[in-house]
Structure formats: structure tokens, C-alpha cells
């Protein structure tokens, strides 16, 4: 089974904290995703990378970076929490091309 | 960009029903999938469909990927209390790494 593992579920930190958000995958996948998910505002993508050391943009950047040091692993960064960061946060990966999107449980961040 | 329009936002039945839910889409879609998110998780992957005409099932669940490329359907037949949870729509067009997400569907079912 795809195993996408995200390392916490739950977080709370205070406005202008550092964030690292860590995800990894078993499943050799070359695509991985942040996403964000906010009531009545359904999946925003964040950032994507298809490689290593690669990364895109997503739908909503602004506030985030992202790392991609190794192919299983992929980190989301908020430089400078605020409270309109508070969401839920969830990784994915897939093969590259058409195949399906694998998620992680999620890591729910509350930023006070 | 893309955009999917799922419906309903929200659905009340009694276990035992049989549930419908769509996805229409502006523009080609190349790939549909369906995904179930309990409260608390993350989405799981129910069905993918790839062609388009094409019927696929998961145990009570069925999916269609439409003639026109531009929309999906996700049947769920003889309803039961696990199947409670949210159910998103994903479609993928030109590109190969991005997925439009519908808002979802919740789903609740009445013991």
C-alpha cells in the first residue's frame, strides 16, 4: 500500500513562529503536493515539486516555501505563521503522469 | 482556469438509499477521480477513471467518466452508516501534475 506519512496531526504555534510541515513518501513517486483545505473553500494548492530540488507554484503561495532535498521528501514552510494560515494542511504524491493523487492524513495547524 | 462545479454541497438519506453525485467540469478533462474524506483524515482514493464512457466499480460504489470529457458521476448503492464522510470530485486536463478539486459533497446517512 502507498504509505504517504505526514509527521503531526496536530500543531499550534504562535503568529511570526517558524513552521516546518514534513511529509514522506515510500511509494518512489516523483510528484509531490502541499495542499490546503479550508471550509467551503474545498483543496488549494500551495506549492507541487515533479524532482528533486524542483518546485512549482501552486494556487496560493504567497506565505510558504517548500523543500525538496530527497525524492520521498517533502517539507512545507511557513517563514512567519499568522493567523490566517490556521487550516488544514494535507501532503500528496503520485507517479509522474496521469496516475493518482495519494494523500497523508493531514496536519491540522491552529496558529494563535 | 478549471473549474468544477459538484453537486449536491450536502446530502441527508436513510441507510439503505441509493446516493448519486456528479462533477461538471468548463473545460476536457482527461482524468477523473473520486476520493472519500472522513472528519479528521486525509482523502482516500475511491475510483479513477482514465477513458472517457468508462464505467467503473468499487464494491457498492460506481463511477462514470462522461462522453463529453467534461463531467463524472459517483453512484453509491444500498447506503450505510460508514459511508458518512465527504466526497470529492478531481479532474486532470493538459497538464500532468495538476488536479482541479470539486468543493465536495457531504454525505450523512441516517441509521
Known amino acids: 500500500d502507498v504509505k504517504v506519512t505526514q509527521s503531526s496531526r496536530y500543531l499550534v504555534k504562535r503568529t511570526g513562529e517558524k513552521v516546518f510541515l514534513e511529509c514522506v513518501q515510500d511509494m518512489d513517486h516523483e510528484n509531490m503536493f502541499w495542499y490546503r483545505q479550508d471550509p467551503g473553500l474545498g483543496l488549494r494548492l500551495i506549492y507541487f515539486?515533479?524532482?528533486?530540488?524542483?518546485?512549482e507554484k501552486g494556487d496560493i503561495p504567497e506565505g510558504y516555501s517548500v523543500s525538496r532535498e530527497k525524492k520521498e521528501r517533502f517539507s512545507l514552510i511557513l517563514e512567519s505563521a499568522s493567523t490566517n494560515q490556521t487550516s488544514m494542511y494535507l501532503c500528496a504524491s503520485s507517479f509522474r503522469g496521469p496516475g493518482e493523487l495519494f494523500f497523508g492524513e493531514g496536519s491540522r495547524l491552529t496558529v494563535l | 482556469g478549471q473549474q468544477l462545479n459538484q453537486s449536491p454541497q450536502s446530502m441527508f438519506i436513510q441507510e439503505g438509499e441509493d446516493v448519486s453525485m456528479n462533477c461538471t467540469s468548463s473545460?476536457?478533462?482527461?482524468?477523473w477521480l473520486w476520493y472519500k474524506q472522513d472528519p479528521g483524515e486525509g482523502p482516500v482514493l475511491l475510483i479513477a477513471l482514465y477513458k472517457a464512457g468508462e464505467l467503473t466499480s468499487n464494491g457498492r460504489l460506481t463511477a462514470q467518466f462522461g462522453i463529453t470529457r467534461k463531467d463524472s458521476f459517483l453512484n453509491i448503492s444500498a447506503s450505510i452508516p460508514s459511508d458518512v464522510g465527504i466526497y470529492f470530485c478531481?479532474?486532470?486536463?493538459?497538464?500532468?501534475?495538476?488536479?482541479?478539486f470539486g468543493k465536495g459533497t457531504l454525505l450523512t446517512v441516517n441509521p
Open positions: 478531481a479532474g486532470r486536463g493538459g497538464s500532468n501534475y495538476k488536479l482541479t
Open positions: 515539486s515533479y524532482d528533486v530540488k524542483m518546485k
Open positions: 473545460s476536457i478533462f482527461n482524468t
